[in-house]
């Protein structure tokens, strides 16, 4: 019954060794999200994809980069990690169809992530 | 700037009672507010979600409050169980976007036998 999955849920890298985590989901929403949550902090948003358009945060470091291959599956790509990128990753969806409409982010399980 | 601030930052309180969350924002132009439970470890779940016109909604022993005319939003949780240990984020939207989404910092609640 799951409806966003997220692999994996740990995830242990080395400094500067690129990884990648992702996201799929089953309930074909059209908005994709990824944020970052640092300990006893607000999830932070990296960026979303509105269907294939993508769109990034001002303050998203160049670090890292996503894919969206299809609707289904959403990829964060981590280029060098470093000690600070530490945290738990949550992808959420949402769906939204007309302007106005009022809609929920379904959250992921997050993947929590380790840099040694 | 768009802003949520919730207190207490933390609260214990003991198993079978009852305790309120507090909410406020200053979002504007206002959406809905929503209410989530983020278990240690996990991805946050959806408890509650209230647009402008809705002033009270329940799920089970939670029931959320908002007056949109002082900007406030509460979480009562009645008759507490252990496994309502948990942090719990209000999230505001703005209208005008799917993306304008607002979080606080949550309430640590840890329920204590």
Known sequence: DAMVIQNPRYQVTQFGKPVTLSCSQTLNHNVMYWYQQKSSQAPKLLFHYYDKDFNNEADTPDNFQSRRPNTSFCFLDIRSPGLGDAAMYLCATSRDDFPGAVYEQYFGPGTRLTVT | ?113
Not at chain 2, 7 to 28: A, F, M
Request: glycine share 8%; aromatic share 8%; net charge positive.
């Open chain 2, 1 to 113: 700037k768009n802003q949520v601030e919730q207190s207490p930052q933390s609260l214990i309180i003991l198993e079978g009672k009852n305790c309120t969350l507090q909410c406020n924002y200053t979002v504007s132009p206002f959406s809905n507010l929503r209410w989530y439970k983020q278990d240690t470890g996990r991805g946050p779940v959806s408890l509650t979600i209230m647009t402008f016109s809705e002033n009270t909604k329940s799920n089970g022993r939670y029931t959320a409050t908002l007056d949109a005319d002082t900007k406030q939003s509460s979480l009562h949780i009645t008759a507490s169980q252990l496994s309502d240990s948990a942090s719990y984020i209000c999230v505001v939207s703005a209208s005008g976007g799917y993306q304008k989404v607002t979080f606080g910092t949550g309430t640590k609640l840890q329920v204590i036998p």
